[in-house]
């Protein structure tokens, strides 16, 4: 139970001090902010209320977007907004900052991908400097064309192995790599390298490429396994349930969270 | 042009009859036949159009569903099923059957992945007496759960690879596999296995895992880069445009197949 994060998108109507407070209510010791959310009370306090209530920030969403471009197709600076990014992460006192890396930028998927491994090297020491490790989330493949070029693990293994295991890490996100045949192999390969788990299930089958997430043992992801690859690499970090479910989105925040607590209880922790 | 092969499913709305008339009025020498439309002619009948219209078959689609679900969840005999299919094709005059191999039954994604290998195990022989070509297709990741449990190429090839290479082969289609960062790798692995090569191209967002393509040249993918890594393997039988789309399929087929045409032209065959 300890290891349980709320990523804050689960109770997407909850802010940050609601957030912060509604986990501490229900002994949760961990959560995973968004930015949106941080902005609207500023990094310290978010930092004062996180130490407030005793609750530790297991990760900041997100940097990223090194391609130059948002999935709705506007141009942004990438490489600026994550260093912004970077030093919101330190205030608030997480050790992580998730990257979603980018889609495809003037139709050419191969040096979009390039893109990503400059600027992740250009970012990595400002990262290590101020105690901030990069976690490189693969997406899954249906979201390549507008929101990741990275699709795979071995794909951000592969870059991240350009830096210090504690400059650039991956995160493993259920949703995104479970259908992997190459899954468990990727994870045994990361050891060392895993900055953060995410769990959630599947929606069946998939009407909204975004949107298809669920409670974990609500679809076809084996959760025990994949905790045990993970556990098996080294991790024994915070676990994020991560799920964006309109239907859940409609929903108090601490009737959501309680959910979390039991969908986390029966599905992920070993029986 | 003489490469190009109409996917029938492109032309939804047309028999067969009319799908092979509409190929021969427009210099078409090539379709993938669907066996819910041969079956309103029948095989035979199927065979004597082709023949009079001097229009090959690429394909048929499809036998498969060896893990004994459909996607709607009901069983299904699937090595059955496929020995029809395989009947069915050798009656067509079609080399090639192309197989969707199922989804997850039980729960259980490894022991269904298995399941697909003990399928084409018992029906590669079957199909090589009748001149058939089993073609595994691995599906895009987002229909992992209920529709192929085969994602990539190399996991398709590491179970073709077990058999003949005239009995057992693999589809190339760009959109279950333009995103995969193997896809290079993985084509040139599959020499003397490419069974067939589909093009379409991607919706971007996807709203619906099953119906997100358009015709070649409106998405993401690079066909060009994608054709030559095929050619390269040494692939040069024909190409099928098969495209889901619901717009398009409100068309009348012979405006449908200039489109298809135009396509190709302009997207597919080199500049």
């Known amino acids: 139970m300890n290891r349980l994060s709320l990523n804050q998108i689960t109770t997407k109507r909850w802010s940050v ?78 050790d992580v900052l998730v990257l979603v890396v980018g889609g495809i930028a003037d139709g050419d998927l191969l040096s979009s991908r390039q893109r990503v491994a400059d600027a992740v090297g250009e ?26 070029v990275l699709s795979t693990l071995d794909q951000a293994l592969e870059i991240a192995q ?47 490429g975004l949107m298809a997430r669920s409670l974990p043992g609500t679809g076809p992801i084996d959760h025990r396994r994949l905790r045990s690859c993970v556990e098996e690499a080294g991790y024994d970090g915070p676990v994020e349930v991560e799920v964006f479910d309109a239907d859940l989105w409609q929903q108090p925040g601490d009737e959501v969270l309680r959910q979390v607590i039991t969908a986390y209880e029966e599905h992920v922790i070993p029986r």
């Open 162 to 208: 350009e830096h210090p295991s504690d400059a650039v890490g991956v995160i493993v996100d259920e949703f995104h790599v479970w259908w992997d045949p190459r899954v468990e192999e990727s994870i045994a390969k990361a050891a060392g390298r895993i900055a953060g788990f995410h769990v959630c299930d599947q929606q069946v089958p998939i009407t909204d």
């Open 123 to 148: 970012l990595a020491p400002y990262a290590r400097e101020r105690g901030v490790r990069l976690a490189l989330e693969p997406l899954h493949p249906m979201q390549c064309a507008e929101r990741s």
């Open 17 to 94: 001090p609601e957030a912060v407070r509604g986990c501490a209510d229900q002994g949760v010791e961990w959560i995973g902010l968004w930015r949106d959310k941080i902005a609207e009370v500023g990094a310290a306090e978010t930092a004062r209320l996180l130490a407030e209530h005793g609750v530790r920030a297991s990760s900041v969403c997100r940097g990223g977007f090194f391609t130059g471009v948002t999935p709705e197709g506007a141009a942004v600076d990438g490489v600026g907004m994550t260093r912004e990014a970077i030093d919101e992460t330190a205030t608030v006192g997480a």
